[in-house]
Nanobody, 116 residues
Framework: QVHLVESGGGLVQAGGSLRLTCAAS????????MTWFRQVPGNERELVAH???????YYADSVKGRFTISAEYAKNTVYLHMNTLKPEDTAVYCC??????????WGLGTQVTVSS
């Protein structure tokens, strides 16, 4: 059974930092890309960052220079290092893992709340 479990969310003051972790288990095929999304109730889901197994990364403009995605593909784990957090970063952060076969798996998410 596939599980993606996010952790590391919480309440932080503006300007603070958090590190999110997403650990995937039960995926039998190689993972090609791991992605962080975020969603605020009533808004569309936003792609925050992704990291491919090749090492290439992508960041949304809203987080460039503040967030860093890293991964340990041997452990099927991806991290999101979030610095200089802003109240507008408040959201539920979810991760996904996509295999080389195109299968996509999702976690339930972790809440990040940034107070002003």
């Amino acid at each position: 059974q596939v599980h993606l479990v996010e952790s590391g969310g919480g309440l932080v003051q503006a300007g603070g930092s958090l590190r999110l972790t997403c650990a995937a288990s039960g995926i039998s095929s190689p993972i090609s890309v791991m992605t962080w999304f975020r969603q605020v109730p009533g808004n569309e889901r936003e792609l925050v960052a992704h990291r491919r197994a090749s090492g290439s990364t992508y960041y949304a403009d809203s987080v460039k220079g503040r967030f860093t995605i890293s991964a340990e593909y041997a452990k099927n784990t991806v991290y999101l290092h979030m610095n200089t957090l802003k109240p507008e970063d408040t959201a539920v952060y979810c991760c996904s893992a996509q295999t080389t076969w195109g299968q996509a798996y999702w976690g339930l998410g972790t809440q990040v709340t940034v107070s002003s």
